[in-house]
């Protein structure tokens, strides 16, 4: 991973991509710092987000996304009073060039509800894609092992999952 400077809440822009490299969901943020999970961005409520060229969806509540330095996975951890808690996007491992952090989503979600339910989303689309996109074996076996990892430890509040997001949500809610 590149150097990531925390010094000065430097602006960043956070693009995934789909596989091919087609714009997906994109938004800017703030570098807020790092930790031992990995790099930690910011967006405070009326954050706007775009999915590809569409409209823009300003952000309800703030939240904070973890990119992990060597791990096929980001993590978006919400403010109160959004319906969810967590939503995990499987992705190829997050690429920091510049200002900008861009990763490839690769369809599958693991998300974690208000009320404790946990769901792996999207297997549907992860199948299709595969087929569609030609998904090589490489990447749709780090992709399945990335979302089980992800069930197990968002359903155990293990590692990132265990509050390690509250101090860094508290600069943004």
Not at 34 to 58: I, L, M, N, Y
Not at 87 to 106: F, H, I, R
Request: hydrophobic share 40%; with cysteine.
């Amino acid at each position: 991973m590149a150097e990531v400077s925390t010094a000065d809440a430097e602006a960043v822009r956070v693009v995934y991509r789909k596989y091919g490299g087609a714009l997906h969901w994109h938004h800017p943020g703030r570098l807020l710092g790092e930790d031992e999970h990995g790099v930690w961005v910011g967006a405070p409520p009326g954050t706007e987000s775009r999915k590809g060229e569409g409209p823009a969806v300003p952000a309800e509540h703030g939240y904070v996304v973890l990119f992990p330095r060597d791990s096929w996975w980001t993590a978006v951890f919400y403010g109160d009073p959004h319906k969810m808690a967590v939503y995990c996007d499987v992705s190829t491992v997050p690429q920091w060039s510049g200002g900008e952090v861009t990763m490839v989503d690769l369809d599958l979600d693991v998300i974690l509800f208000r009320d404790g339910r946990i769901h792996l989303d999207d297997e549907d689309e992860f199948a299709e894609h595969q087929v569609l996109y030609g998904y090589p074996a490489d990447v749709i076996g780090q992709a399945e092992r990335s979302a089980a990892w992800l069930m197990d430890a968002v359903g155990l509040r293990a590692g990132p999952f265990g509050g390690a997001h509250a101090a860094w949500l508290s600069q943004v809610t």
